[in-house]
């Protein structure tokens, strides 16, 4: 198994207060993704990167930001949590073309 | 718009049975992905392919680029086969990076 791994796996907060999930890989991947996934819905794409500082918005990219200062982490911060971000969130890593690796996912409860 | 499609949505059967999922997709691909989330929420990639038929141990993928569509079968199902399948396609022609879509996935139940 790619060495993926999500912090925290599971969290509860209340709406309005920030929340930041981390996603720590020990593969060296060049790419990084953050995705939710919700019920009636595949998983969706938030944010993605392409390399150190190189980042992206996904197609549900709205109310989350992200940073990669690091080959090793990308992390994914709600600035004000709203209960609409109630999910579970996996990270994902690739070389490129081809397959992707995921992470165990975290779920995210916003009160 | 719904740029892939799986079916069926749900799929209840019997230990023994053989299991055919499908996935349609209307998008230019150059390989598509079929994965694995087991109840306990790790999802887990099976196939990647891009013509022909993959076989690994019980499951068999298969691709018709042409017709764009895919099927993943599974033979002499068993319980622990329950799972969630979703297929996924990159999409064609990107630059920068590996971006994917995913289908809804499909519910299996394997009932002993």
């Known amino acids: 198994d790619a060495g993926i791994t999500q912090s925290p796996r599971h969290k509860v907060t209340e709406t309005g207060t920030p929340v930041t999930l981390r996603c720590h890989q020990t593969?060296?991947?060049?790419?990084m993704y953050w995705y939710r996934q919700d019920p009636g819905h595949g998983l969706r794409l938030i944010h993605y990167?392409?390399?150190?500082?190189?980042?992206d918005k996904g197609e549900v990219s709205d109310g989350y930001s992200v940073s990669r200062s690091k080959t090793e982490d990308f992390l994914l911060t709600l600035e004000s949590a709203t209960s609409s971000q109630t999910s579970v969130y996996f990270c994902?890593?690739?070389?490129?073309?081809?397959?992707?690796?995921f992470g165990p996912g975290t779920r995210l409860t916003v009160t | 718009k719904n740029e892939v499609e799986q079916s069926p949505q749900n799929l209840t059967a019997q230990e023994g049975e053989f299991i055919t999922i499908n996935c349609s997709y209307s998008?230019?691909?150059?390989?598509l992905h079929w994965l694995q989330q087991h109840p306990g929420g790790g999802i887990v990639s099976l196939f990647m392919?891009?013509?022909g038929k993959k076989k690994h141990g019980r499951l068999i993928a298969t691709i018709n680029i042409q017709e764009k569509h895919s099927s993943l079968h599974i033979t002499a199902s068993h319980p622990r086969d329950s799972a969630v399948y979703i297929c996924?396609?990159?999409?064609?022609?990107?630059?920068?990076?590996?971006?994917?879509?995913f289908g809804k996935g499909t519910r299996l139940h394997i009932l002993p």
């Open positions: 392919l891009s013509s």
């Open positions: 593969e060296n991947h060049r790419y």
């Open positions: 996924a396609v990159p999409l064609e022609h990107r630059v920068r990076d590996d971006k994917i879509i």
């Open positions: 990167s392409y390399g150190v500082k190189d980042t």
């Open positions: 998008v230019g691909i150059s390989a």
């Open positions: 994902a890593i690739s070389q490129g073309i081809g397959q992707q690796y």
